[in-house]
Protein backbone atom coordinates (compact mmCIF):
# COMPACT_ATOMS: atom_id res chain seq x y z
CA UNK A 1 0.00 0.00 0.00
CA UNK A 2 2.91 2.58 1.02
CA UNK A 3 4.69 1.54 -2.18
CA UNK A 4 1.68 2.36 -4.56
CA UNK A 5 0.76 5.30 -2.24
CA UNK A 6 5.00 6.53 -2.86
CA UNK A 7 4.31 6.06 -6.58
CA UNK A 8 1.16 7.46 -6.87
CA UNK A 9 2.72 10.98 -5.15
CA UNK A 10 6.25 10.72 -7.74
CA UNK A 11 3.71 10.23 -10.67
CA UNK A 12 2.10 13.90 -10.08
CA UNK A 13 3.77 16.51 -11.84
CA UNK A 14 3.36 19.02 -9.52
CA UNK A 15 5.46 17.83 -7.46
CA UNK A 16 7.61 17.18 -10.07
CA UNK A 17 7.68 20.30 -11.25
CA UNK A 18 8.98 21.62 -7.60
CA UNK A 19 11.67 18.90 -7.32
CA UNK A 20 12.93 20.44 -11.02
CA UNK A 21 13.15 23.89 -9.70
CA UNK A 22 14.66 23.20 -6.36
CA UNK A 23 17.43 21.29 -7.93
CA UNK A 24 18.08 23.91 -11.08
CA UNK A 25 18.38 26.54 -7.81
CA UNK A 26 20.76 23.97 -6.36
CA UNK A 27 23.08 23.87 -9.14
CA UNK A 28 22.63 27.72 -9.65
CA UNK A 29 23.74 28.11 -6.04
CA UNK A 30 27.05 25.53 -6.49
CA UNK A 31 27.86 27.22 -9.80
CA UNK A 32 28.15 30.72 -8.49
CA UNK A 33 29.38 30.45 -5.12
CA UNK A 34 32.51 28.50 -7.72
CA UNK A 35 32.04 31.35 -10.03
CA UNK A 36 32.35 34.10 -6.86
CA UNK A 37 35.20 31.60 -5.76
CA UNK A 38 37.58 31.35 -8.53
CA UNK A 39 37.33 35.43 -9.40
CA UNK A 40 38.88 35.37 -5.99
CA UNK A 41 40.74 33.00 -6.49
CA UNK A 42 42.32 35.04 -10.21
CA UNK A 43 42.98 38.49 -8.17
CA UNK A 44 44.85 36.82 -5.72
CA UNK A 45 46.89 35.42 -8.77
CA UNK A 46 47.46 38.43 -10.34
CA UNK A 47 48.00 40.38 -7.49
CA UNK A 48 51.06 37.88 -6.68
CA UNK A 49 52.34 38.58 -10.04
CA UNK A 50 51.58 41.96 -9.37
CA UNK A 51 53.80 42.49 -6.24
CA UNK A 52 56.69 40.15 -7.13
CA UNK A 53 57.02 42.22 -10.30
CA UNK A 54 56.91 45.64 -8.61
CA UNK A 55 59.02 44.91 -5.92
CA UNK A 56 61.54 43.62 -8.70
CA UNK A 57 61.15 47.32 -10.16
CA UNK A 58 61.48 48.74 -7.15
CA UNK A 59 65.28 46.95 -6.51
CA UNK A 60 65.95 48.01 -10.34
CA UNK A 61 65.52 51.56 -9.12
CA UNK A 62 62.59 51.76 -11.75
CA UNK A 63 60.14 53.50 -9.51
CA UNK A 64 58.23 55.21 -12.29
CA UNK A 65 57.28 51.69 -13.60
CA UNK A 66 57.19 50.64 -10.28
CA UNK A 67 54.34 53.33 -9.61
CA UNK A 68 51.86 52.24 -12.36
CA UNK A 69 51.97 48.66 -10.99
CA UNK A 70 50.51 50.07 -7.81
CA UNK A 71 47.86 51.83 -9.73
CA UNK A 72 47.15 48.47 -11.21
CA UNK A 73 47.00 46.70 -7.67
CA UNK A 74 44.95 49.15 -5.99
CA UNK A 75 42.44 48.29 -8.13
CA UNK A 76 42.19 44.79 -6.97
CA UNK A 77 39.61 44.35 -4.25
CA UNK A 78 41.97 42.12 -1.87
CA UNK A 79 43.54 42.69 1.32
CA UNK A 80 47.20 43.76 0.92
CA UNK A 81 50.28 42.17 2.87
CA UNK A 82 51.63 45.22 5.50
CA UNK A 83 54.81 45.44 3.76
CA UNK A 84 52.96 46.75 0.78
CA UNK A 85 52.20 50.23 2.42
CA UNK A 86 56.17 50.45 2.90
CA UNK A 87 57.15 49.29 -0.79
CA UNK A 88 54.82 52.31 -1.81
CA UNK A 89 56.16 54.79 0.75
CA UNK A 90 59.67 53.77 -0.32
CA UNK A 91 58.49 54.08 -4.68
CA UNK A 92 56.83 57.77 -3.68
CA UNK A 93 59.67 58.77 -1.52
CA UNK A 94 61.95 58.09 -4.55
CA UNK A 95 59.80 59.82 -6.51
CA UNK A 96 60.20 62.83 -4.32
CA UNK A 97 56.72 62.76 -3.47
CA UNK A 98 57.04 63.19 0.48
CA UNK A 99 54.12 63.39 1.38
CA UNK A 100 52.50 60.91 0.01
CA UNK A 101 55.89 58.80 0.98
CA UNK A 102 55.31 59.91 4.36
CA UNK A 103 51.69 59.14 4.79
CA UNK A 104 52.03 55.66 3.19
CA UNK A 105 55.18 54.99 6.11
CA UNK A 106 52.98 56.27 8.90
CA UNK A 107 50.11 53.51 7.92
CA UNK A 108 52.75 50.93 7.56
CA UNK A 109 54.03 51.29 11.03
CA UNK A 110 50.32 52.05 12.48
CA UNK A 111 49.61 48.36 10.89
CA UNK A 112 52.93 46.62 12.23
CA UNK A 113 53.30 49.06 15.63
CA UNK A 114 56.69 47.19 17.26
CA UNK A 115 56.70 44.12 15.06
CA UNK A 116 57.41 45.54 11.58
CA UNK A 117 61.07 44.52 10.12
CA UNK A 118 61.27 47.95 8.23
CA UNK A 119 59.79 50.30 11.13
CA UNK A 120 62.90 51.30 11.81
CA UNK A 121 63.61 52.50 8.18
CA UNK A 122 60.34 53.41 7.89
CA UNK A 123 60.66 56.40 10.64
CA UNK A 124 63.58 57.24 9.08
CA UNK A 125 62.52 58.13 6.02
CA UNK A 126 59.70 59.58 7.29
CA UNK A 127 62.33 62.35 8.84
CA UNK A 128 64.07 62.68 5.75
CA UNK A 129 61.00 62.91 3.94
CA UNK A 130 60.15 65.94 6.86
CA UNK A 131 63.52 67.52 5.76
CA UNK A 132 62.90 67.62 3.02
CA UNK A 133 59.42 69.33 2.89
CA UNK A 134 59.86 71.49 5.73
CA UNK A 135 63.64 71.40 6.81
CA UNK A 136 63.35 70.15 10.44
CA UNK A 137 61.91 66.66 11.63
CA UNK A 138 60.39 65.55 15.01
CA UNK A 139 61.48 62.64 16.79
CA UNK A 140 59.64 60.92 19.58
CA UNK A 141 61.04 60.45 23.01
CA UNK A 142 60.18 59.22 26.31
CA UNK A 143 58.32 61.86 28.45
CA UNK A 144 60.90 61.93 31.41
CA UNK A 145 57.93 63.75 33.90
CA UNK A 146 55.96 60.52 33.86
CA UNK A 147 58.32 57.92 32.96
CA UNK A 148 56.70 57.33 29.44
CA UNK A 149 53.59 56.40 31.85
CA UNK A 150 51.50 58.90 30.60
CA UNK A 151 50.09 59.15 34.31
CA UNK A 152 51.55 60.91 37.08
CA UNK A 153 50.92 61.16 40.83
CA UNK A 154 48.22 64.26 41.48
CA UNK A 155 46.92 65.48 44.27
CA UNK A 156 43.27 63.36 45.43
CA UNK A 157 40.55 65.39 43.53
CA UNK A 158 37.90 63.79 45.48
CA UNK A 159 39.52 64.66 49.26
CA UNK A 160 41.44 67.77 47.38
CA UNK A 161 44.24 65.98 49.15
CA UNK A 162 43.02 65.94 52.63
CA UNK A 163 42.84 62.22 52.73
CA UNK A 164 39.14 62.50 54.89
CA UNK A 165 36.04 62.77 53.46
CA UNK A 166 33.33 64.74 54.68
CA UNK A 167 30.70 62.85 56.13
CA UNK A 168 27.59 62.83 54.46
CA UNK A 169 24.90 61.51 57.08
CA UNK A 170 25.94 64.06 59.49
CA UNK A 171 27.35 66.83 57.45
CA UNK A 172 29.94 66.60 59.40
CA UNK A 173 29.12 67.38 62.45
CA UNK A 174 29.35 63.74 64.20
CA UNK A 175 25.87 63.51 65.32
CA UNK A 176 22.49 63.40 64.21
CA UNK A 177 19.61 64.97 65.77
CA UNK A 178 16.56 62.86 66.87
CA UNK A 179 13.22 63.77 67.70
CA UNK A 180 10.94 61.55 69.97
CA UNK A 181 8.21 62.51 72.88
CA UNK A 182 11.18 63.57 75.28
CA UNK A 183 12.49 66.04 72.75
CA UNK A 184 15.35 66.48 70.61
CA UNK A 185 18.26 64.36 71.60
CA UNK A 186 21.48 63.79 69.42
CA UNK A 187 23.32 60.67 68.53
CA UNK A 188 26.92 59.85 67.61
CA UNK A 189 27.00 59.61 63.63
CA UNK A 190 27.54 55.50 62.92
CA UNK A 191 28.91 56.06 59.53
CA UNK A 192 31.67 57.91 60.60
CA UNK A 193 31.73 57.21 64.53
CA UNK A 194 31.08 60.83 65.43
CA UNK A 195 34.32 62.12 64.33
CA UNK A 196 32.40 63.89 61.47
CA UNK A 197 34.88 62.67 58.81
CA UNK A 198 35.74 59.25 56.68
CA UNK A 199 38.74 57.93 54.94
CA UNK A 200 38.81 59.00 51.48
CA UNK A 201 37.02 56.41 49.77
CA UNK A 202 39.24 57.32 46.45
CA UNK A 203 42.68 57.47 47.58
CA UNK A 204 42.28 55.43 51.28
CA UNK A 205 44.11 58.31 52.81
CA UNK A 206 47.34 58.23 50.30
CA UNK A 207 46.17 61.68 49.85
CA UNK A 208 46.94 61.32 45.68
CA UNK A 209 45.59 59.00 42.71
CA UNK A 210 46.73 59.01 39.34
CA UNK A 211 46.12 61.51 36.61
CA UNK A 212 47.18 62.49 33.39
CA UNK A 213 50.97 63.66 32.40
CA UNK A 214 50.20 67.36 31.00
CA UNK A 215 54.15 67.34 30.17
CA UNK A 216 52.94 64.49 27.43
CA UNK A 217 48.98 65.61 27.64
CA UNK A 218 48.96 61.51 28.88
CA UNK A 219 51.11 59.70 25.77
CA UNK A 220 54.01 59.18 27.56
CA UNK A 221 56.04 60.57 24.30
CA UNK A 222 56.98 63.85 23.46
CA UNK A 223 57.53 65.05 19.92
CA UNK A 224 61.30 66.35 19.84
CA UNK A 225 61.63 69.15 17.28
CA UNK A 226 65.20 68.33 15.55
CA UNK A 227 67.56 70.14 13.23
CA UNK A 228 67.98 68.05 9.87
CA UNK A 229 71.86 68.12 10.57
CA UNK A 230 71.42 66.19 13.48
CA UNK A 231 70.07 63.30 11.06
CA UNK A 232 71.99 60.51 11.28
CA UNK A 233 72.61 58.60 7.88
CA UNK A 234 71.82 61.92 5.86
ZN1 LIG B 1 29.03 61.22 60.16
ZN1 LIG C 1 41.36 61.20 48.53
ZN1 LIG D 1 54.36 62.44 30.45
Same mark, same amino acid.
Given at each position: MKTIFY???NSLPTIDR /? %??QIFIYLIFLVFS? /?? /? $?SQELSDQKIFEA =? =???TIELISQKKFQEANEKFKKISKLELA?????? =?YYGYTQYNLGQYMIAKEAFEKYIKLKTDTGR $? +? #? +????FIHTADCNLKGYYFNNATCEACEGLGLVD /??? %?? *?? #?? #???? *?NQCFGRGAIKKRDNFGETFESCKKCIGTGYFTCTKCHDSKHEKGKCLVCDGKGKLKIKKDCNQLPNK
Open positions: LLL /I %RQS /IN /I $Y =Y =YQEFPDELA =Y $Y +V #G +VAEQ /IEC %RT *CK #GK #GQEL *C
